[in-house]
Structure formats: structure tokens, C-alpha cells
């Protein structure tokens, strides 16, 4: 059974860049049957889509966070990672990485999340 | 954006008894391939959350078969045919059809 597990820092100073990585195990990122995405859960947004990538690097983001988020992909290492830029308030939540099934869409494994709070 | 609006937020069920969550989305879900792109998630408290049904009424590896969903288009349904106190958390419905992929508030299930 795959398992995901996010990680990185847990505080990040307003208007820096928030950086998150999502290890794979019992399974390969290099898969042709999945996406691997990003998701945010805050109290004053619920669950929020931010994008997700396929393992050859091609990748779709949510608009309204776009011009901020890049979400990359290291097979070598089995990892994807979310860096999400110019941080505020507004961008405090728990993170959850999780796996996207490509036919379907549907999200069948998601990682226990990681809280990620911006604050000075 | 698909706007995803479930109804009713909250909802206290006696163990035993069916429990039903509507999700209706401002436009369809209906994909090209003949399905509906539609799935239910539960989260549990502490937990992140899990895949209970996708494509509007396919039952997800490992769920109990008391889950349901029903609908099409812009209007689903997912029942609960005898509630029981491991099925208390938020339950989600989420449309995967467009692109940004949205959620709807959520439902809180709670046991009487």
C-alpha cells in the first residue's frame, strides 16, 4: 500500500516562500496510472485544491493560486514538492499531499498532512 | 469554478439508522466517458481524509457496503444504511471534472 509523508518547516515568515516535500513509499512516483497533487485544508476555506503534477513534470494548478505555486517532481528520489511563494496569513493550513488516480481523478491515498502556519 | 453545495451541514444520526447527504454541483459532472465525476470522502477526527466513493457510486477498496452513492449530472446522494459510531467525522463530496477541482463545505456527522 503506498503511503505519503509530507515535510518541512512548520513556521514561515510572511511574504517568503513556503517549501514542502511528499516522499513516496511501497510504491513509484514514475506511475502511469496517477497524479500526485496538493491539497490545503484551512478553517476558513475547507479542503482546497492547489494542483498536482504526472511524473514526466506536466502540471496543473488551481488559478487563483497560480501565479504563486510550483509543484515539482524528483523520480530519482521518488518526491514531489510544492513551493508556494509570497506567503500571508491567508496561507496557514494543514497541507496534505495525496495520490490522483488519472482515469477517474479521484484522490485513493492522501498523506497525513503537515500544519504550516505564516506568521512573523 | 464549479460551485459544490452539500446540505445538511450537520447531522445527528442514532446508530442503526440511515443517514443521507446531498451534494448538488452548478454544473454537470457528467464527463464525455459517460460517467460522473463525483466522489465522497470522510474525514475522521484526527485524520486526514479517505476516499469512501468515486465516480458518483463506485464504492472505494475496503469500504463497508452501507455506503452508497447515487446521482447524476448536478445532483448526488450518498447514504448510510445503518450508521454506526465509527462513521462520525466530515463528509465531503468533490468534483474532479475541471480544473480548479473543488469540495463542498462538508457535512459533520455526529451519533445521537
Known amino acids: 500500500q503506498v503511503e505519503l509523508q509530507e515535510s518541512g518547516p512548520g513556521l514561515v515568515r510572511p511574504s517568503e516562500t513556503l517549501s514542502l516535500t511528499c516522499t513516496v513509499s511501497?510504491?513509484?512516483?514514475?506511475?502511469?496510472?496517477?497524479?500526485w497533487a496538493w491539497i490545503r485544508q484551512s478553517p476558513g476555506k475547507g479542503l482546497e485544491w492547489i494542483g498536482n503534477i504526472y511524473y514526466i513534470g506536466t502540471t496543473y494548478y488551481t488559478p487563483s493560486l497560480k501565479s504563486r505555486v510550483t509543484i515539482s517532481v524528483d523520480t530519482s528520489k521518488n518526491q514531489f514538492s510544492l513551493k508556494l511563494s509570497s506567503v500571508t496569513a491567508a496561507d496557514t493550513a494543514i497541507y496534505y499531499c495525496?495520490?490522483?488516480?488519472?482515469?477517474?481523478?479521484?484522490?485513493?491515498?492522501w498523506g497525513k498532512g503537515t500544519t504550516v502556519a505564516v506568521s512573523s | 469554478d464549479i460551485v459544490m453545495t452539500q446540505s445538511p451541514l450537520s447531522l445527528p444520526v442514532t446508530p442503526g439508522e440511515p443517514a443521507s447527504i446531498s451534494c448538488r454541483s452548478n454544473q454537470s459532472l457528467l464527463h464525455s466517458n459517460g460517467f460522473n465525476y463525483l466522489d465522497w470522502y470522510l474525514q475522521k477526527p484526527g485524520q486526514s481524509p479517505q476516499l469512501l466513493i468515486y465516480?458518483?457510486?463506485s464504492r472505494a477498496s475496503g469500504v463497508p457496503d452501507r455506503f452508497s452513492g447515487s446521482g447524476s449530472g448536478t445532483d448526488f446522494t450518498l447514504q448510510i444504511s445503518r450508521v454506526e459510531a465509527e462513521d462520525v467525522g466530515i463528509y465531503y463530496c468533490m468534483q474532479p471534472l475541471q480544473i480548479p477541482y473543488t469540495f463542498g463545505q462538508g457535512t459533520k456527522l455526529e451519533i445521537k
Open positions: 465516480v458518483g457510486s
Open positions: 511501497s510504491g513509484s512516483i514514475s506511475s502511469s496510472t496517477h497524479y
Open positions: 495525496a495520490r490522483r488516480r488519472a482515469i477517474y481523478g479521484c484522490i485513493d491515498v
